[in-house]
């Protein structure tokens, strides 16, 4: 990890702090450089900067929480469904998705189109593209997801039974919503729900386990002490301002107590009003999506709505390409490569922090991140300074190192999730059964990883195959898919390109569903 990552940071660093004279590098120290980035001419664009990425996060922010609370509660079996929706659109072209946003957004675009049909725009306006609108909606879109996902992992980990206390006292969705979850409440009302087990380990001497009777009257008397140590976490989260209780008086009383105005809405609105908001959430994902599979099939070459005809010529055409066939085999054996190695190094290191204590094993934990928060441009200048520095030529395999220094956090992050939630009693177990330690992984521990290790190496896979901003810094004369589609689209948008793109959602969107049934399996 230091040689692949943090030693180009530091001779990125290194490097900020030299004098350059005609984009060479004078060995001298000098502090110009942070003041030229700092003076008047960068300024607004790095206020502009900031500006955007905090406003995209807060509105992600908005529009996710309510989608993933609706899918970790409400989605039902219909969850992996909508979880293969959600990682869908990250399948296609990330520049490709950019780009159907300008054909919906553009003067010749659909929204133009649509408005004229209605009667509400006379000619077609520019001012829905080129400007912070677009962007902002743009990236909002793009980042949409990667909240989605995190938030619904959050969800799930919050305590049932205290939602559960919730509902018993009254409270309707939008309560619970707003007092146990977006409180904060949940840890906390965990903790005290664990204090169920205390009672019942108590429980279990006062009332022997002698024939049946004993042991209902057991099971009766613990089940009793962790309702009621359920209901006090829940009255107290939902806001248990008055001396009465479901307990006390059985009735909807308790729940006008706990809930205020907010609870004579009935129960079930709450979660309709999610599952809309999730619907139309799910069509704003997929609206570029759709128009990329739509034009794929157009006889035009002009994409711009009615479509007059339709033709599967761009997908003949696309097939025949050869520099998009080779594009494809380079990103294949990019993508595979670096997810090869990232999936290797970032389970051994999870199993590790996992497994053993040793010197540095917290700031590791919190080092492993950064690849992911410090944005592609920052890696590709850093990479591209130490690999001229160590006089190493850009190629693919330049390219392969770059992808796996982000892919690596990835796996990390989910295989050590995972490790969290095994038990060491089961390898322990395993060891006391004559098991050795090469048995005791493959027959027990990778077994139950073995999900947790694909969702991650796809992801991986996924984040390498459409890379497009490291690549750019890294790459030699072997252009990779994303590559070449970037060097077409600057002169525009053509049909071929959403066939290839369409083709690759088709692959992807099996090979999601695939993961998604097997780690359900598994």
């Excluded at 649509?114 to 077609?124: Q, R, S, T």
């Excluded at 090869?340 to 999870?350: F, H, K, P, Y």
């Excluded at 992984?441 to 992801?459: E, K, M, N």
């Amino acid at each position: 990890m230091a040689v692949l990552y943090f030693l180009p940071l530091g001779v990125l660093l290194g490097l900020a702090f030299q004098k350059h004279e005609y984009v060479q590098v004078v060995h001298e120290f000098t502090l110009e450089n942070f003041a030229t980035a700092f003076s008047e001419s960068y300024r607004p664009t790095l206020v502009r900067t900031l500006s955007v990425a905090a406003s995209v996060t807060a509105i992600d922010m908005a529009v996710a929480f309510p989608v993933a609370y609706f899918l970790a509660f409400h989605a039902g079996r219909f969850k992996p469904l909508l979880t293969v929706l959600v990682l869908l659109p990250l399948w296609s072209s990330y520049l490709v998705r950019v780009f159907a946003w300008r054909i919906i957004l553009g003067r010749t675009g659909i929204l133009n189109w649509a408005l004229m049909k209605l009667g509400i725009l006379d000619e077609p306006s520019p001012a829905f593209v080129y400007n912070l609108f677009s962007m902002g909606l743009t990236l909002c879109y793009i980042w949409l997801p990667f909240m989605i996902l995190p938030l619904v992992t959050a969800f799930e980990r919050l305590p049932r039974n205290l939602l559960e206390a919730s509902a018993d006292l009254g409270g309707n969705a939008l309560v619970t919503f707003r007092r146990v979850v977006a409180a904060g409440d949940a840890g906390d009302a965990g903790r005290r729900t664990e204090r169920v087990q205390p009672h019942q380990r108590r429980l279990h001497h006062a009332v022997p386990d002698r024939g049946p009777g004993r042991l209902a009257g057991r099971q009766h008397h613990r089940g009793a002490v962790r309702r009621g140590v359920e209901l006090s976490a829940g009255r107290r989260a939902v806001g248990d301002r008055a001396p009465c209780s479901i307990c006390a008086h059985g009735d909807s009383r308790a729940a006008r107590c706990a809930g205020g105005p907010l609870n004579m809405i009935p129960r079930n609105t709450g979660k309709w009003l999610t599952g809309f908001f999730t619907l139309g959430v799910f069509l704003f994902m997929h609206l570029p999506v759709a128009v990329i599979v739509l034009f794929s099939f157009s006889d035009k070459h002009v994409l711009t709505l009615p479509i007059r005809g339709w033709t599967l010529d761009w997908y003949r055409l696309a097939i025949e390409d050869e520099r998009l066939r080779t594009g494809l085999m380079n990103s294949l054996k990019v993508a595979s490569s670096a997810t090869l190695a990232a999936t290797l190094l970032g389970t051994l290191a999870a199993f590790a922090v996992a497994r053993w204590r040793f010197f540095g094993r917290g700031a590791f934990r919190s080092a492993v991140v950064i690849p992911i928060l410090l944005p592609g441009i920052v890696t590709g200048v850093a990479m591209l300074s130490f690999f001229g520095t160590a006089g190493l030529p850009l190629g693919l395999l330049t390219v392969i190192i770059g992808h796996a220094t982000f892919g690596f956090p990835v796996v990390f992050n989910t295989m050590n999730a995972r490790f969290g939630q095994l038990p060491r009693s089961l390898e322990e177990a395993a060891a006391d059964l004559g098991a050795t330690p090469a048995q005791a992984f493959w027959r027990v521990t990778f077994p139950a990883i073995r999900s947790a290790l694909i969702a991650g190496a796809l992801l991986a896979f996924t984040l390498s195959f459409d890379e497009i901003v490291v690549t750019i810094f890294l790459t030699g004369p072997d252009n990779t898919l994303p590559m070449e589609i970037y060097s077409r689209l600057r002169f525009g948008m053509t049909p071929e390109i959403n066939a290839v793109v369409t083709l690759i959602l088709v692959v992807s969107g099996v090979l999601v569903v695939m993961s998604t049934w097997f780690g359900r399996r598994t």
